[in-house]
């Protein structure tokens, strides 16, 4: 390629040493960087395509009346595609989930820090290992060792703050983000 | 190869056309030509297999896609209107399932047949190299083609795989999102995964054809799995090898419409015909039985992101398999040790195979940690050492000689069967 631009007599075919080789080659580089950048500014807007798109972002936030479920029962709910536990723990519930010593937890979170009133268990049922939907929202579902959550995939057992306690999941299940609009009633989202 | 020569055309409008783009000669020259090894076996019929597959598939798949809807809302509608409205739909539906796992059997044979017989060794590194990124095309086009029926394995399949990214720090949850395109697997993951299993077998052939391609470079391997020395240990590719895959080619296919005809669902999951619930999760998740062994190696692990690192390893390790077996005699016939090894390997991977399938638990998860730590070891630590400390058998001088022994003239035919020595 380069060889053709030279003026005849400096060779055809070695590179002329001195200013011009180093002013072509920076010439290179330059072009190059330049056409990386503009490639990589380019591929942008096809990758960002495949995230969410403004309408699924739109339905990110949901109302949920808490009056209907009685103490000790559970209800699910969807929200932004994946189920959400909502569990109404009785006394023995809450008990078991502060008494926890937290050193011996994998992913050491205390019971408080998880719910904003201790009666209202939220997390996202999703297991975090393999995204599996645990099993124990049912009264007749298998709840783990630790009644709580247990996912039937890869055998994981959450307690009742939703913590990991046993099995391959590496963290507990998701608290998200919601917030009580009244005494009966939350916010996800 | 080398010993071929131009061809001479009779018909005007072929040699018009040669002369202008040699196509014909290159076909004469690759296919009707090309010298194969005189004593290749059965086994080297699979490469031939699995690109019959191939062209079944998209042209399977290519009429399927006519009437598939990729939306959640009746993608299971519409696959269940394939098989009960569409003119043979039924049909096609039955031998693209079904072909799919034929595909993998074909592939899976090729890749053991060319472990037992060092096919991998220099000079075919690079043609080794693009058989496992045909499979790793493979595997992906597979994985997105099961989730489109959107029953409950699709759905719950796709959800722990596209999860195994997760496990990755930091990056990991931003890549699940974008792969997803929004929260979980939903509407947009299905119809990107319809697309991307449209584009990925022309990936796959583009593949194949450089595959094809560098095997024409170096020729073909052998079960001597020595070079042949000259035509007196090749025959033509046509007749010779044309027949003798036809003829592979035909039993094959009479395995696979049996399956089509007689148990086509017998390879799926029933679960799959349950339309796909966000909210209830199957109580044990299989994958389709040609990902088992790894599936195997990724619950063996008890870290996420090593199960997830060692089963994309288990391919890896594939990649680098010219550099880790330092013997230099290609086949297993004169490697009397490595022999052992082989078939210890191949009971390993069904082994793998059957613990993947069973849940993880107890004497299972056993069996597929000893699995998972004997396939690494094979390819990590036995083939980097036994190429040192092997002796291997005497090396034929050439491919005929075990044939005519003694040494008498070579006869211009191939009268000679494939040997079976030692």
Same mark, same amino acid.
């Given at each position: 390629?380069?060889?053709?631009?030279?003026?005849?007599?400096?060779?055809?075919?070695?590179?002329?040493?001195?200013?011009?080789?180093?002013?072509?080659?920076?010439?290179?580089?330059?072009?190059?960087?330049?056409?990386?950048?503009?490639?990589?500014?380019?591929?942008?807007?096809?990758?960002?395509?495949?995230?969410?798109?403004?309408?699924? *972002?739109?339905?990110?936030? %949901?109302?949920?009346? =808490?009056?209907? #479920?009685?103490? /000790? &029962?559970?209800? !699910?709910?969807?929200?932004?595609?994946?189920?959400?536990?909502?569990?109404?723990?009785?006394?023995?519930?809450?008990?078991?989930?502060?008494?926890?010593?937290?050193?011996?937890?994998?992913?050491?979170?205390?019971?408080?820090?998880?719910?904003?009133?201790?009666?209202? *268990?939220?997390?996202?049922? %999703?297991?975090?290992? =393999?995204?599996? #939907?645990?099993? /124990? &929202?049912?009264? !007749?579902?298998?709840?783990?060792?630790?009644?709580?959550?247990?996912?039937?995939?890869?055998?994981?057992?959450?307690?009742?703050?939703?913590?990991?306690?046993?099995?391959?999941?590496?963290?507990?299940?998701?608290?998200?983000?919601?917030?009580?609009?009244?005494?009966?009633?939350?916010?996800?989202? | 190869?080398?010993?071929?020569?131009?061809?001479?055309?009779?018909?005007?409008?072929?040699?018009?056309?040669?002369?202008?783009?040699?196509?014909?000669?290159?076909?004469?020259?690759?296919?009707?030509?090309?010298?194969?090894?005189?004593?290749?076996?059965?086994?080297?019929?699979?490469?031939?297999?699995?690109?019959?597959?191939?062209?079944?598939?998209?042209?399977?798949?290519?009429?399927?896609?006519?009437?598939?809807?990729?939306?959640?809302?009746?993608?299971?509608?519409?696959?269940?209107?394939?098989?009960?409205?569409?003119?043979?739909?039924?049909?096609?539906?039955?031998?693209?399932?079904?072909?799919?796992?034929?595909?993998?059997?074909?592939?899976?044979?090729?890749?053991?047949?060319?472990?037992?017989?060092?096919?991998?060794?220099?000079?075919?590194?690079?043609?080794?190299?693009?058989?496992?990124?045909?499979?790793?095309?493979?595997?992906?086009?597979?994985?997105?083609?099961?989730?489109?029926?959107?029953?409950?394995?699709?759905?719950?399949?796709?959800?722990?795989?596209?999860?195994?990214?997760?496990?990755?720090?930091?990056?990991?949850?931003?890549?699940?999102?974008?792969?997803?395109?929004?929260?979980?697997?939903?509407?947009?993951?299905?119809?990107?995964?319809?697309?991307?299993?449209?584009?990925?077998?022309?990936?796959?052939?583009?593949?194949?054809?450089?595959?094809?391609?560098?095997?024409?470079?170096?020729?073909?391997?052998?079960?001597?799995?020595?070079?042949?020395?000259?035509?007196?240990?090749?025959?033509?590719?046509?007749?010779?090898?044309?027949?003798?895959?036809?003829?592979?080619?035909?039993?094959?296919?009479?395995?696979?419409?049996?399956?089509?005809?007689?148990?086509?669902?017998?390879?799926?999951?029933?679960?799959?015909?349950?339309?796909?619930?966000?909210?209830?999760?199957?109580?044990?998740?299989?994958?389709?039985?040609?990902?088992?062994?790894?599936?195997?190696?990724?619950?063996?692990?008890?870290?996420?992101?090593?199960?997830?690192?060692?089963?994309?390893?288990?391919?890896?390790?594939?990649?680098?398999?010219?550099?880790?077996?330092?013997?230099?005699?290609?086949?297993?016939?004169?490697?009397?040790?490595?022999?052992?090894?082989?078939?210890?390997?191949?009971?390993?991977?069904?082994?793998?195979?059957?613990?993947?399938?069973?849940?993880?638990?107890?004497?299972?998860?056993?069996?597929?940690?000893?699995?998972?730590?004997?396939?690494?070891?094979?390819?990590?630590?036995?083939?980097?050492?036994?190429?040192?400390?092997?002796?291997?058998?005497?090396?034929?001088?050439?491919?005929?000689?075990?044939?005519?022994?003694?040494?008498?003239?070579?006869?211009?035919?191939?009268?000679?069967?494939?040997?079976?020595?030692?």
């Amino acid at each position: 390629m380069a060889q053709t631009t030279h003026p005849p007599g400096t060779g055809a075919h070695a590179a002329p040493g001195g200013e011009g080789t180093s002013r072509r080659d920076f010439l290179y580089l330059a072009t190059g960087a330049v056409g990386a950048v503009g490639a990589a500014a380019a591929v942008w807007p096809f990758i960002d395509s495949m995230n969410p798109a403004a309408d699924t *972002l739109a339905l990110a936030s %949901i109302d949920v009346d =808490l009056a209907p #479920v009685a103490e /000790g &029962q559970a209800i !699910t709910v969807t929200w932004r595609g994946k189920p959400v536990f909502v569990r109404h723990r009785n006394a023995k519930e809450i008990d078991e989930a502060k008494k926890v010593n937290l050193g011996e937890l994998r992913d050491p979170v205390a019971d408080d820090a998880r719910v904003k009133k201790p009666e209202w *268990l939220i997390v996202i049922g %999703i297991c975090t290992h =393999l995204g599996c #939907v645990p099993l /124990g &929202q049912k009264p !007749t579902d298998p709840r783990g060792d630790y009644d709580g959550w247990f996912c039937p995939c890869h055998g994981s057992h959450y307690d009742t703050a939703g913590r990991i306690r046993k099995g391959p999941a590496p963290a507990n299940l998701v608290v998200p983000q919601y917030a009580f609009t009244s005494d009966t009633a939350i916010r996800l989202g | 190869m080398a010993q071929a020569h131009a061809p001479q055309f009779k018909n005007p409008v072929v040699k018009w056309i040669d002369s202008r783009l040699p196509i014909f000669t290159m076909l004469d020259h690759e296919y009707n030509q090309y010298p194969m090894p005189r004593n290749v076996n059965y086994l080297w019929a699979f490469g031939a297999i699995a690109g019959i597959m191939l062209v079944v598939m998209i042209a399977t798949g290519l009429v399927l896609a006519m009437q598939y809807a990729a939306n959640t809302h009746i993608a299971f509608d519409s696959v269940e209107r394939i098989m009960r409205d569409v003119n043979y739909g039924w049909l096609l539906r039955y031998v693209h399932a079904n072909g799919a796992s034929m595909f993998f059997i074909a592939v899976y044979i090729h890749m053991f047949r060319g472990l037992y017989y060092g096919s991998y060794k220099a000079p075919r590194e690079i043609l080794w190299i693009l058989g496992v990124l045909i499979l790793l095309a493979m595997m992906a086009t597979a994985f997105m083609g099961y989730v489109l029926p959107w029953g409950q394995m699709s759905f719950w399949g796709a959800t722990v795989i596209t999860n195994l990214f997760s496990a990755f720090p930091i990056v990991g949850d931003p890549i699940v999102t974008w792969l997803w395109g929004g929260f979980s697997v939903d509407n947009p993951t299905l119809n990107r995964f319809f697309a991307l299993h449209f584009l990925l077998p022309f990936v796959l052939f583009a593949l194949v054809i450089l595959h094809t391609a560098a095997l024409h470079v170096s020729g073909s391997n052998n079960p001597l799995g020595i070079d042949p020395k000259g035509p007196q240990d090749t025959v033509p590719f046509n007749p010779y090898v044309t027949v003798k895959d036809g003829f592979a080619v035909v039993v094959f296919l009479i395995v696979y419409a049996a399956f089509v005809f007689f148990a086509p669902n017998y390879l799926g999951h029933p679960d799959n015909y349950i339309p796909a619930n966000p909210l209830v999760t199957p109580a044990h998740i299989v994958p389709e039985w040609y990902f088992l062994p790894f599936y195997a190696i990724l619950r063996a692990i008890p870290d996420k992101l090593g199960g997830v690192l060692a089963m994309f390893g288990a391919i890896a390790v594939l990649v680098i398999l010219p550099w880790l077996d330092t013997s230099k005699v290609r086949s297993c016939k004169f490697r009397p040790i490595y022999r052992q090894f082989f078939w210890i390997l191949a009971v390993d991977a069904l082994v793998l195979g059957y613990a993947g399938a069973m849940p993880a638990e107890g004497v299972w998860l056993m069996i597929a940690r000893i699995g998972t730590a004997y396939y690494f070891f094979h390819f990590l630590v036995l083939l980097p050492l036994l190429g040192k400390l092997e002796r291997p058998l005497p090396l034929p001088a050439s491919i005929c000689e075990p044939v005519l022994k003694g040494g008498g003239r070579v006869a211009a035919g191939a009268h000679a069967k494939p040997m079976e020595k030692a």
